[in-house]
Each structure stands twice: as C-alpha cells, then as structure tokens.
C-alpha cells in the first residue's frame, strides 16, 4: 500500500512563493509517475505537473516558468516549487501515482502518459489573495 502525504499549503499573496511537499517514500524509484494535481470547488481536478522515474517532467501550460517539480536528495520526497502565485493559483493541491495499471484506459492528458493515478493524499490547501 502506498500512501501519500502531501504539506506546505498555506495563504500568501500574489507574486509570493510556496514549497509543496510530498512523502512518497520509494514511490519514484519503484516505476512510478508521480504527479502534482489541484482542484477548485465545482470544478473538474486539472493536472499541473509530473514527473517519472527517468525525472522527465511535464508542466501545464499555465504554471510554466513559475513551478518547479523536483524530488529530494533521497528520492522520497515529490516537491513542487511554486513562485510568482497568482490568485487563480488558489486551490486544493493533490500529489498522486501511478504505476501503469495494464489494460487501464487511458486519459487525454499529457501527464504521466494519461494512466490513471492509483494512490492519492488528501491534499493541501493553496490561497493566494490578490
């Protein structure tokens, strides 16, 4: 079982900067795409960035040049470095994974390939006030 952890959400103001984290220990490095997603009430959840185990990432075009997707030294860890925020930024954000389920259908998303994501954490919380 995988579970997903993520932190450093938080309310700051336009042009500032927040650091996400998720615990994902050996999640990376098991084959796994692991993936940075948020949500805004009443609508759909949208992908923002990802990253496999080869650490090739993909961006959406909307956070590109402001967020960074990395991971910690050890691998453990799936950061999101997010600067210049901006209030359309505010959102609960969600780290994920998938380990390409076989057969699985497959989503129109650049993001991991458009696997669906098998492990979820519960979010954090980004508000960015103008």
């Known amino acids: 079982q995988v579970h997903l952890k993520e932190s450093g959400g938080g309310s700051v103001q336009s042009g500032e900067s927040l650091t996400l984290s998720c615990e994902a220990p050996?999640?990376?490095?098991?084959?796994?795409?692991m993936a940075w997603f948020r949500q805004t009430p009443g609508k759909e959840r949208e992908g923002v960035a990802s990253?496999?185990?080869?650490?090739?990432?993909e961006y959406d075009d909307s956070v590109k040049g402001r967020f960074t997707i990395s991971l910690d030294n050890d691998r453990n860890t799936l950061i999101l470095q997010m600067d210049s925020l901006e209030p359309a930024d505010t959102a609960m954000y969600f780290c994920?994974?998938?380990?390409?389920?076989?057969?699985?259908?497959?989503?129109?998303?650049?993001?991991?390939?458009?696997?669906?994501?098998?492990?979820w954490g519960e979010g954090t919380q980004v508000t960015v006030s103008s």
């Open positions: 994920a994974a998938t380990f390409f389920p076989g057969g699985a259908e497959l989503h129109e998303s650049k993001f991991c390939g458009g696997y669906p994501m098998d492990y």
């Open positions: 050996g999640v990376i490095d098991s084959g796994s795409c």
């Open positions: 990253m496999d185990s080869e650490e090739d990432t």
